[in-house]
């Protein structure tokens, strides 16, 4: 027996049939993809109890202007890119109400409480970073970074040119590394 | 992480590992988003507000060429006139209603200054009415019958007032 056979349907055969109206396409887009959105909108500052919502809201936005997607680069990257686009929104919003929280992070129950504080402190440490380079920095280096994608591929997802992209890059490193060692 | 990166683009410490504890964390707290439940509430939303794929719209290309017709009509249409009917000044000189005969005017009583102002209004409107520019004089030649009466008679009035 081979590998199911969802797994061997490739995203984009997935939007073509979602786009003749296959639900099960969509559904299945949505759970290939939920984790990494998810995750991606965590690392850029999303508070816990705003995340489902954004996840749901960032698949929907992506269903809607599916006849925008030009295939440049992956679902995936396009996916993340809109959620990126929604939490800035959001966050915008947020601030305009005066309605922000920092979301107090939950510690890991089984972790070592000496090992883990220091690391604790360190992704502490770079969350800050990450909120105080420019948007385009971030998205990069977080697509880069956390989401291993080429360059080709980002510089596609945020309509930049990949020697742009490989500049932002560069730049988010030097100055989370300086952040860091401040 | 899932990060494939080059030598050039290998995260040293204490960056690396601070991605890395970032990235853990991150990934716990997205756990808890339940991709069965986000896909219910997806297709849910996607059921009551159908998804309409995007085309260029035929509304904004129609806009753009009755704005274009109207735009050649326009421009036709000044350039046209322009042609046919000539430039506006000589259009409005045209139409200007000019006296070009003094017939039938009454200038018994008029005096010198009347008459000298007559008398150019007479040229003007000859000069206008063939086209020609305005002579500087008016020979006696050019008078009609009664312009040139008013004018002797004024003459013998200034000669006998004289």
Redo the contacts between chains.
Sequence with gaps: MGAPATAEVRDSELIARFQKGDEQAAAELVHRHTAAVARFLVIQGAPDDELDDLVQEAFIKAFRGIGGFRGGASFRTWLLTIGSNLLKDRQRQWKRRQMVELTPDVADPGADPGGEAEAAAAAERLGEGLGRLARLQREVFLLRAQQGLAYGSIASALDISEGAARVHYHHAVKRLRAWLQS | ?????NES?E??E??A???????????????????????A???Q???EEP?????PRPWNLTALRVAAAVAVLVIGGAVAQRLLVGPRGSGMAMGLPVVTSAEGLVVDSTDATQETALLAAVDDARAAAHGALPATTVLVEDLTEQELQTLLSTMENRDGAL
């Design positions: 992480m899932a990060a494939e990166l683009d995260l040293r204490p960056l590992g601070a991605l890395k504890a970032l990235d853990e964390r991150a990934t716990r707290r997205a756990a808890a988003v339940d991709a069965a439940r986000v896909a509430h997806v297709l939303r996607l059921r998804v309409i794929v995007m085309r």
